[in-house]
Antibody
Framework: QITLKESGPTLVKPTQTLTLTCTFS??????????VGWIRQPPGKALEWLAL???????RYSPSLKSRLNIATDTSKNQVVLTVSNLDPVDTATYYC??????????????WGQGTLVTVSS | DIQMTQSPSTVSASVGDRVTITCRAS??????LVWYQQKAGKAPNFLIH???RLQSGVPSRFSGSGSGTDFTLTISSLQPEDFATYYC?????????FGQGTKLEIK
C-alpha cells in the first residue's frame, strides 16, 4: 500500500525559503518507473503542478517557477524534498506530494499525501 | 504550455441526474488526460486516466471519453457522495497542467 505524507513549516515569512519533505512508503524511488511530484493549491483555487522527480533522478519543473524550485530525493530515507525560494504571500497554498504512475498507458498522480497548508506572511 | 479549460465552472444537479463535464486542451494531447475528484478539505482522488480508463475501485457510473483536444467526464446517475470539485490534467507534455476545476453542487 502506497502512502505519502508532507511535513514542513506552516508559517514562513516573505523572502524566506520553504523546505517541504514528503515521506513515503509502499514503493522505492530506486525502482524503474517510480516518480514523485509536488502540486499546490491556493485557498479556494485550482491545482497547480510544481515539480516531478523520476527514479533515475531526472527532474522536471513548472517553467513559471523553475528558478525558485528545487526537488531532490533521499532514497535511503524514502523522502522527497521540495524547496521554494524567495517566498511571497501568493505562494500561500496547500502543498501536496503525490506518486506519479508512469507505466504502460497509465500516467497520473494515483496516490496523494494529505497536504500541508503553508502560509506566507510577515 | 498546454492550457486546459473546463466547462462549466459550476454545475447544479440532483441525485440521480446525469452530468457531463467538458475539458478542452489548447493543443492535441492524444489520450493523455486524467480526471480527479476533490472533496472539500481533502486531497484529490485519481478517477480516470488515459481519458477513459477507470482507476480500480471507481464506480462504473463514472466514465470518460475523448481524444486530441476535447474530453468529457460523465456521471450517469449522481449519488450524494459525488458532489465535489472535478479537475482534468494533461499528462502529455511538461508542465503537466490542470484545468481550473468544475464544482458539482446539489440543486
Amino acid at each position: 500500500q502506497i502512502t505519502l505524507k508532507e511535513s514542513g513549516p506552516t508559517l514562513v515569512k516573505p523572502t524566506q525559503t520553504l523546505t517541504l519533505t514528503c515521506t513515503f512508503s509502499g514503493f522505492s524511488l530506486n525502482n524503474n518507473g517510480m516518480s514523485v511530484g509536488w502540486i499546490r493549491q491556493p485557498p479556494g483555487k485550482a491545482l497547480e503542478w510544481l515539480a516531478l522527480i523520476y527514479w533515475d533522478d531526472e527532474k522536471r519543473y513548472s517553467p513559471s517557477l523553475k528558478s525558485r524550485l528545487n526537488i531532490a530525493t533521499d532514497t535511503s530515507k524514502n523522502q522527497v524534498v521540495l524547496t521554494v525560494s524567495n517566498l511571497d504571500p501568493v505562494d500561500t497554498a496547500t502543498y501536496y506530494c503525490a506518486h506519479f504512475a508512469y507505466h504502460g498507458s497509465v500516467r497520473g498522480f494515483d496516490y496523494w499525501g494529505q497536504g500541508t497548508l503553508v502560509t506566507v506572511s510577515s | 504550455d498546454i492550457q486546459m479549460t473546463q466547462s462549466p465552472s459550476t454545475v447544479s444537479a440532483s441525485v440521480g441526474d446525469r452530468v457531463t463535464i467538458t475539458c478542452r486542451a489548447s493543443q492535441g494531447i492524444s489520450s493523455w488526460l486524467v480526471w480527479y475528484q476533490q472533496k472539500a478539505g481533502k486531497a484529490p482522488n485519481f478517477l480516470i486516466h488515459g481519458a477513459s480508463r477507470l482507476q480500480s475501485g471507481v464506480p462504473s457510473r463514472f466514465s470518460g471519453s475523448g481524444s486530441g483536444t476535447d474530453f468529457t467526464l460523465t456521471i450517469s446517475s449522481l449519488q450524494p457522495e459525488d458532489f465535489a470539485t472535478y479537475y482534468c490534467q494533461q499528462a502529455f507534455s511538461f508542465p503537466y497542467t490542470f484545468g481550473q476545476g468544475t464544482k458539482l453542487e446539489i440543486k
